[in-house]
């Protein structure tokens, strides 16, 4: 492993990944400010010689440490890239459960479009919906889980402006 590991180029490609599992191509080339080719070369011969894995399951080619693929992690590492998910997501953390309406009230866009990020955000198993007399109630399902994750592996860092958002939840 030492002699794959021996280029600083290929090393800190493991390194980025193994700090930010589940990243894509483009984003670890944005990263390490590398063409996409060079990256691309080095996530090849670092998967041929076992160090990485890589996963389609969310529709993008994505690459993990191999052997540290947790499912809840699977899930989180495309949907919480994402700015909105993940700002639904905080919010619902920080308030233990919440309606549409008041869901509506912290972001800036249509009502369908949060109803589709909800409905995204329950499919994968991050969230879970609640009939409350003719109001949908959502909530977090393994909130202590997703929290450590967050903790872990900072998806927010990867998302411009979103550092502060994080350090306003207060736990």
Not at 57 to 64: A, D, E, F, I, W
Not at 102 to 128: A, F, Q, V
């Amino acid at each position: 492993m030492d002699d794959v590991l021996e280029l600083e180029t290929r090393r800190s490609i493991f390194d980025i990944i193994k700090k930010n599992p589940g990243l894509h191509l483009s984003k670890i080339s944005k990263m390490l400010d590398l063409r996409i080719s060079l990256v691309e070369y080095h996530l090849h011969y670092l998967e041929k010689h076992g160090l990485i894995q890589s996963d389609t399951s969310t529709g993008y080619k994505r690459y993990l440490i191999k052997g540290e693929k947790k499912s809840l992690q699977k899930k989180n590492f495309s949907i919480l890239r994402q700015k909105n998910l993940l700002r639904i997501v905080l919010y619902l953390i920080k308030k233990g459960y919440s309606s549409h309406k008041d869901i509506l009230e912290i972001m800036d866009i249509s009502p369908s479009t949060l109803s589709y990020h909800l409905k995204r955000l329950i499919k994968n198993g991050i969230i879970d919906v609640k009939i409350k007399g003719t109001t949908r109630i959502y909530r977090i399902k393994n909130s202590d889980e997703l929290v450590s994750w967050l903790i872990e592996y900072k998806p927010y860092n990867l998302l411009d402006g979103f550092n502060e958002v994080w350090k306003d939840f207060t736990f």
